[in-house]
């Protein structure tokens, strides 16, 4: 394809993902960098950042890609701030990301409006590009230490609902909270990352525990958390962005979840995490074992080939919950 069509971004996308399954993961990111720069990502108008030392200057830090990429790849700006303290450094991003990277407190600024104004910024660079700047020219990782906090004073209320949702007040031991997360947003690969409500069940056979749902207002499966079809707390009412799921996170004693944003974020947050992995898992996760190579407090849970199977999936999970505390 590449060959007849060396300008195809998506072309080089497919490439990329080919690359990082090999585990050869700098040239996987060097041609997610050539095709979102065929696809016109970044700011159009203001200079790319060639690495030069920035001093005072003014840097807008861009990013186009999904919530979950983008919750990852925000960690890749700590060296930047650690080299460049007087530089201004401001994240361009989507909305519903804007809360969660304010948690970082690493920006002079956040911006989540559709435009921006381009004359007060010296130079631009994406996160994706950012990404591939460090792993070619540091040795250090970043996959291990949470780099998102949540203030107390966030988490809190979060706790007292929690606290109403299970009987905090009743003699004898709290029950595990657990936040569970078994679909994402409509993609191509959607069908392969969501767990269909009759596969969840064993997990809600387990004693002393109280299932939350992480869902966020509006999502299109808060009807099933009241027609019977699961058994889980519904608290969307409250979380209006991803900073209140930061929270509730924040609050919960281990967070389940498939491949989405919500596993990327526990794992910035430093939250114990289960991610349920689909068949073709996402070779950021990690290709083998149960440890991910991206957050230390995510644990991935694999199926044994690339069939889907949640029934085995979830029954490892069911397994390791019965030692859980």
Not at 176 to 202: E, F, K, T, V
Request: some cysteine; aromatic content about 6%.
């Amino acid at each position: 394809m590449l060959a007849d069509y060396p300008e195809d971004s998506a072309a080089r996308g497919s490439l990329a993902a080919v690359l990082e399954h090999q585990g050869r993961f700098a040239d996987g990111m060097a041609e997610m960098v050539t095709g979102e720069i065929l696809s016109g990502g970044g700011h159009p108008t203001i200079s790319s950042w060639d690495g030069r030392p920035l001093g005072t200057a003014s840097l807008l830090v861009t990013c186009t890609a999904g919530i979950g990429d983008i919750l990852q790849m925000i960690r890749y700006a700590l060296p930047l701030r650690r080299a460049e303290p007087q530089a201004r450094l401001v994240l361009w991003c989507r909305p519903e990301v804007a809360s969660a990277a304010r948690l970082m407190r690493l920006f002079d600024d956040v911006v989540a409006t559709q435009t921006i104004e381009d004359s007060i910024f010296d130079w631009e660079i994406s996160l994706m590009r950012l990404r591939l700047r460090h792993h070619l020219t540091s040795d250090a990782s970043l996959g291990e230490k949470p780099y998102l906090k949540c203030e107390p004073a966030t988490v809190e209320p979060m706790r007292r609902r929690l606290n109403d949702l299970d009987g905090g007040d009743r003699q004898g031991p709290a029950p595990l909270r657990i936040g569970l997360r078994w679909s994402g947003a409509p993609h191509a690969y959607d069908a392969r990352r969501s767990i269909p409500h009759a596969q969840l069940a064993p997990l809600f056979t387990l004693p002393h525990i109280t299932w939350v749902a992480l869902l966020e207002s509006g999502h299109r499966e808060i009807p099933a958390l009241h027609d019977g079809s699961l058994p889980l707390a519904d608290v969307s009412g409250h979380l209006h962005d991803l900073g209140d799921t930061a929270a509730l996170i924040c609050a919960l004693d281990l967070i389940i979840s498939v491949d989405t944003s919500t596993a990327h974020l526990a794992g910035a947050l430093g939250v114990p995490c289960w991610m349920l992995a689909r068949p073709d898992c996402d070779p950021r996760w990690g290709l083998v074992g149960d440890q991910s190579t991206l957050y230390e407090s995510v644990r991935v849970f694999r199926h044994p080939g690339l069939t889907l199977d949640w029934d085995h999936v979830v029954r490892a999970c069911v397994e390791a919950l019965a030692g859980y505390r």
